[in-house]
């Protein structure tokens, strides 16, 4: 659903009030304006160049369950492939997935409304800005900046509501020669900041990544650190601050 979109042969289309919807009528995403630099001409001509889109004022409604979100199971019929597209694709040492497209979303003043469906605790994620390249083939995880904060907006019993800031970019790590990684993990490198951020908050992550070993961190954060992920069990961290 969609209030209104704008276009031209050499006018980029712009569209305003986007809405999606699940199948029950939730509401999953609302977006006031989508900007890109495509005009008709080049989507006809180079569809797949989507040049830099710029989304404003999204509001995203996440709710977290165990192993899953509501978004993931919305998706999901548009994102199940036939095994037999597959069959004659060489395994790759990873299971990223490059998108068709090339290009890069920018976003700005956006939300996500995350709950936990479980203890019913609530978090918002406000990004203040975001760069986000297209993942492509040769580069599955693109560097990323994201900044923002991150504010609880309903607690457990006797809990104090919390919110801090952060500042998050990452980049793909240089593979060895000869290396066999992990399938599921790309090694990644991590730079951040925080400032009064809540660790409690990874609560909501591990309800939706149950595996994970660590069961719960509490706790503010203020750190400046660099962190290489290179797979489950070797992380390298440089921290230049920590409170």
């Known amino acids: 659903d969609l209030s209104s979109i704008e276009c031209g042969w050499f006018r980029p289309i712009k569209i305003r009030g986007l809405r999606l919807v699940d199948e029950q009528g939730a509401e999953l995403v609302q977006v006031a304006e989508v900007e890109t ?46 095994p037999a597209q597959n069959a004659s694709v060489p395994t790759s ?42 993942p492509t083939t040769e580069q599955p995880i693109p560097p990323m900046n994201l900044v923002g904060t991150l504010q609880q907006t309903t ?30 993990l790309i090694p990644l490198k991590m730079t951040i900041a925080t400032n009064g951020l809540p660790l409690h ?23 400046q650190a ?3 992920l290179h797979n489950q069990q070797h992380v390298v961290a440089q921290i230049q601050t920590a409170q």
């Open 37 to 82: 630099e495509l005009t008709l001409l080049n989507a006809m001509t180079n569809y797949r160049n989507l040049k830099t889109v710029t989304i404003r004022g999204a509001s995203v409604h996440l709710d977290v369950q165990p192993g899953t979100t509501n978004i993931e199971q919305a998706l999901k019929p548009f994102l199940d492939v036939a």
């Open 93 to 134: 040492t990873s299971t990223a997935i490059a998108s068709p497209f090339v290009g890069r979303i920018r976003i700005a003043d956006a939300v996500v409304h995350a709950r936990d469906s479980v203890d019913l605790t609530s978090w918002d994620f406000i990004l203040k800005q975001a760069d986000l390249p297209l």
């Open 155 to 184: 607690a457990r019993p006797g809990e104090v509501l919390m919110g801090g800031q952060f500042n998050i970019q990452t980049q793909p790590l240089a593979q060895p020669l000869g290396s066999n990684p992990k399938p599921d």
């Open 201 to 223: 908050w990874y609560d909501l992550v591990k309800r939706r990544f149950p595996d994970l070993p660590l069961e719960r961190i509490v706790g503010l954060a203020t750190i």
């Open 226 to 228: 660099d962190m290489e």
